[in-house]
């Protein structure tokens, strides 16, 4: 059987693309216990470095999940623009 794919949800895939980069930003959480480790040497700009660092590590997830929110809409929206235009994805389903 051949299908098709002629549109995409919008918001549905920008939900999708938003939870996987979420869960990437997440991933990153694993290594805040190495940086933690990291000798900062008690100067004032390798704390503030290592505050800033440990900062960016513990918003990643909420950041990488707007940001592919935001790029999910956009590749939808241009996805359905290109199908109308070029035609859409094509696939094979069968029976498992």
Not at 40 to 58: C, P, Q, R, T, W
Not at 59 to 76: D, E
Request: charged share 10%.
């Amino acid at each position: 059987m051949k299908y098709e794919i002629t549109e995409l949800d919008v918001f549905s895939l920008g939900k999708v693309v938003a939870t996987i980069y979420a869960g990437m930003g997440a991933f990153m959480w694993l290594f805040v216990p190495i940086f933690m480790l990291i000798p900062s040497g008690g100067d004032g700009d390798a704390m503030f470095a290592k505050g800033l660092m440990m900062f960016f590590f513990l918003t990643a997830p909420l950041v990488n999940a707007i940001f592919g929110f935001i790029f999910g809409v956009i590749a939808a929206f241009v996805y359905n623009i290109l199908a109308r235009t070029v035609g859409g994805l094509r696939f094979t389903l069968r029976e498992g």
